[in-house]
């Protein structure tokens, strides 16, 4: 019988030391138990009057070659590597890593950029981004597979999930969420505080247990809910996503603003008496970033001043180590799951109205067309002396200008309203698509809406890109190793697309040097047009995804030859690392971080951050399906924005929601799509719904476990 190829990967890993290609072999196909102890086995060849080489007999060749062809894996795949005639274990075959599923199949991948496949059997029911201990197991065909033993933080995997059936005394649930179909089941005496009646409109958390009833797993009932309570919305994101949970009480909390070490509390540049404010949302608690501005003849002098976490959060520390885990906060409608400890987010770190706080500043020299012509960074301490929101500052702007408060902010607007019209003329793309807001009356979700953009906005964010821009650019010319945002050039393929379909619309996307100007040339000619919006989003879909990277590769979105994340260390791990870098060029310390270091950290930030961004797009699938449930039977404006094989995508025109026509709910002929004309066609009737259409739709049905919703055309 050939030997099994998991069997050869458990010999290796069993075996605890060096070993050579001949002994390994030799111990699988003479059935003999490879000896650590040499002499012992030369002896006992000795007695037998055998030589110490074996002979592999005819019928065990491809057994041979298999053995290599794996040992030949293991070391490509960084697992072993060869000294000399022996092998020898390098990274453990199992380690922690986050697997990402699909179908029901997963896959992780090894720090040396090996990806391991997990089979739906072997993958203990995970969910798509948990973090899992794994452990290979098999190679085959270029393959290599692995199974999921434990969850990283030695927890239980929790599971919601609807009913399913009763046979016998048990009752059996299905998993919401995840990937593939399965079962979990429970003894029906178990749940007293239900009533049968009511199983189909409850949802359980479920949590597996030790033992299988046939094929089934056993499971825990820890808490069950109906159908249309909301107050199980976030508990399942936070589930279905792998998000952090509570943060843990470190001992390098205690105390921590006492013992701040003298170089991290002398030598700060007052800035106190310098008018500074921030800008934020009506129910921040994290404050970033502050503001200041002054005329200086012909030149604006703009301060950024950005909350120095790095003060506070120690390289290698307790809070660093999990600020790094975590990669980023977690924003989910009402509710923050922060990269921080509340500690540091909301109290020593933010910058608050009216307490001094230490900041790294940006200190930028602009002229009157918008180029930084003079930038210097600094440590500092500042006073904030006014919190404002988004909606206070607009209308002061807009009905109050005369004010200290108005004339400052309005010179802030006009020199923002500079640097983006330079910025556009550099190649900037500037999207048209407008952000969702989760309306929330004290802690009861009341509606989902469009968010307004205000002047304010405006202000902030140009502000913060010169910041980011200035801190690249210093990096880059000092050549300290750094954390970059890159966003590389649309794709050749990606750029072909999106000229075919431009063409559809009857307008032409010139080629040029700069693709960034004539793509936003397109956009400046849909602006205010029917199909704005959906000519907003295949750019965006077209677009390459923008990551953290160790080398500055330029920012094709921003139009930016240099960009970095400077101005968040609070809410992005990123961020901290780049404080970390500016204040070594600062203070003239040695390098933080090595470029190993740095491309590991832009690969686990980039993922975090996606993660984030799933998490966030489900609550808001979520709360507009809870949204659109009072809607049913009501007919709506909408846009056609996308298509697939089963059906096609529109997005409503009054509300920010997005639904799908499942061709089977279109009775009056069967639809074909036709990608390279971006429309559905009836086969019968000729009738054709185009990409970027308007179309009135009737809500058809709301499936909360889903996140989906059916429309039908009317």
Known sequence: MPILSKKVISHIEGLGKPFSRAEIITSLLSGDTFRKDKKTHAKKNKKSGKKGKKTISDSHQSDVIKINDIINALISGGFLKKNRKNFIEVISFEFPGTIKMTSGHGTIETESGVEITVKKDDSNHAHNNDRVIFHLNDYHKGIYYGRVKAFANGKPRRYFARFSRITGSMIYFEPVDVS????????????????????????????????????????????????????????????????????????????????????????????????????????????????????????????????????????????????????????????????LHEKLSNNLCSLREKEEKFSVTAEMHIDSTGNIVEKKFFRSIIRVDKRLTYRIADIAIDNDPSSAMGKMLTGMHVLAMKLKELRLKNGRLDLNLTDTELVYEKDTFKGIEYSPRLKSHTIIEEFMLSANEAVAEELKDTGIPSLFRVHEKISQESLATLTAFIKTLGLKLKKSANMGISIQDVLGQVKGHDNEHVVNLIVLKSLMQAYYGAEPLGHFGLGFENYTHFTSPIRRYPDLVVHRCIKSILSGESLPYSMQELVQIGEKSSELERIAQTAERDLIKLKSCRFMKSHIGKTFKAVVSGMIKSGFFISLIEYPVEGMVPFFLLKDDYYDVYDGEYSVIGRRTGKIFRLGQKINVKLQEVKIDRMQMDFIIV
């Open 180 to 339: 593939g179909t399965f079962e979990l089941c429970t003894e029906l005496k178990k749940l007293r505080n239900i009533d049968r009646k009511d199983l189909e409109d409850t949802v359980f958390l479920l949590e597996p247990e030790k033992g299988l009833l046939g094929s089934v797993q056993k499971c825990l009932v820890h808490e069950f809910y109906h159908i249309d309570d909301e107050s199980w919305d976030i508990p399942r994101i936070v589930i279905k996503n792998s998000l952090p949970g509570e943060y843990p009480d470190f001992p390098e909390l205690e105390d921590i603003e006492k013992n701040l070490p003298a170089a991290e509390t002398d030598g700060r540049e007052d800035m106190r008496d310098i008018y500074t404010i921030t800008i934020d949302g009506d129910n921040a608690k994290d404050f970033d970033d502050a503001v200041s501005l002054k005329k200086s003849g012909k030149k604006w002098i703009l301060h950024v001043h950005i909350a120095d976490v790095s003060a506070y959060v120690r390289k290698g520390g307790d809070l660093d180590r999990e600020a790094y885990e975590r990669g980023t906060s977690y924003y989910l409608g009402n509710r923050v799951i922060p990269m």
